[in-house]
């Protein structure tokens, strides 16, 4: 009952007031609800604001070396990477992560793809300018692997890049966002077809698998078999075309959770070209959070 009568009034809004409505669902959409969510921050991890033309973003940085920035996607956050970020610190880079605005402790603003993009380029750029020995290798998780290969080419050529549970299909993802607006059908109609007209002119350039065939030769993609989020058999398609990327394949995990796996950690490190296995990740970052 309760569903049906929010149906019914956001139907009435959208005739009797088209542009508020309009706005509503746009900030349901494009603005998740993370901003006020209590992260710990660990100490070692020092935090600080990046002030980019769209707005502040907070960013996270740990350690010296070589520089490897994480790249979040939608409703996650950079707390996601810590215990990564922790672990690369002992093994001699630099981590660096970032909440995309209207995520985490970043300025509220709706979350865009373009935004996404437009953010990740303006960090990269940070850490390979600004930040001693530059950017080394990037990880992206979910839609942030879209803005992460849709990034500056001059920035993530030849670097590694390391894939975390990709999103290949954003027409399905965003679409599906949609539908648990739970809007009235009309509505829900009028936005589908909304999108779809935006999906033709503007994103289907942004989809990750045509982008991420140029950097298959660096790039390493981690997906677990029961992501509900973002099916394995899309990774597993991309890698069928491009074997010079890697699939790593994990099991009993899901899209959010596979990031701080100990498979995860394994093949990173090997990823980025370090093999010491005397870090007990589960033992040391995962329980000790301090």
């Known amino acids: 009952m309760k569903s049906f009568v929010s149906k019914q009034i956001g139907f009435v809004l959208n005739k009797v007031a088209p542009s508020w ?5 746009e900030e349901q959409l494009l603005i998740p609800k993370t901003a006020d969510r209590q992260v710990h921050v660990p100490r070692q991890i020092r935090q600080f604001d990046l002030k980019t033309r769209d707005g502040n973003v907070r960013a996270y940085q740990v350690g010296k070396g070589p520089v490897i920035a994480f790249v979040h996607g939608w409703e996650g956050g950079a707390h996601q990477f810590f215990p990564l970020m922790r672990g690369l610190e002992q093994c001699g880079f630099t981590a660096l992560a970032f909440d995309h605005l209207g995520h985490g402790q970043s300025e509220t603003r709706k979350a865009t ?3 996404f993009i437009a953010t990740t380029n303006y960090v990269l750029h940070h850490a390979d300018n600004k930040i001693d ?4 290798g990037v990880v992206g998780h979910s839609t942030g692997c879209i803005a992460v290969a849709n990034a500056r080419p001059a920035l993530i050529k030849d670097k590694q890049l390391f894939l975390i549970s990709p999103i290949f299909n954003y027409k399905l993802f965003f679409l599906k966002k ?3 607006l739970n809007l009235h059908p009309d509505q829900l109609k009028q936005y589908t077809d909304r999108f779809t007209r935006e999906y033709k002119r503007e994103f289907s350039r942004m989809e990750l698998w045509k982008k991420l065939d140029k950097y298959g030769d660096v790039s390493c993609i981690a997906h677990d078999q029961s992501d509900s989020v973002s099916p394995i058999s899309d990774s597993r398609r991309f890698c069928q075309r491009y074997p010079l990327t890697k699939l790593m394949v994990t099991k009993e995990y899901d899209h959010v959770r596979i990031i701080n796996s100990e498979s995860v950690w394994q ?3 090997s990823h980025l070209n370090y093999e010491d296995t005397t870090i007990n990740f589960a033992d040391k970052f995962l329980v000790n959070q301090e």
Do not use: F, P, S
């Open 21 to 25: 409505a309009a706005n509503r669902i």
């Open 113 to 115: 793809l373009q935004q």
């Open 133 to 136: 020995d530059g950017l080394y």
């Open 178 to 180: 949609l539908v648990r």
């Open 267 to 269: 093949e990173l490190k």
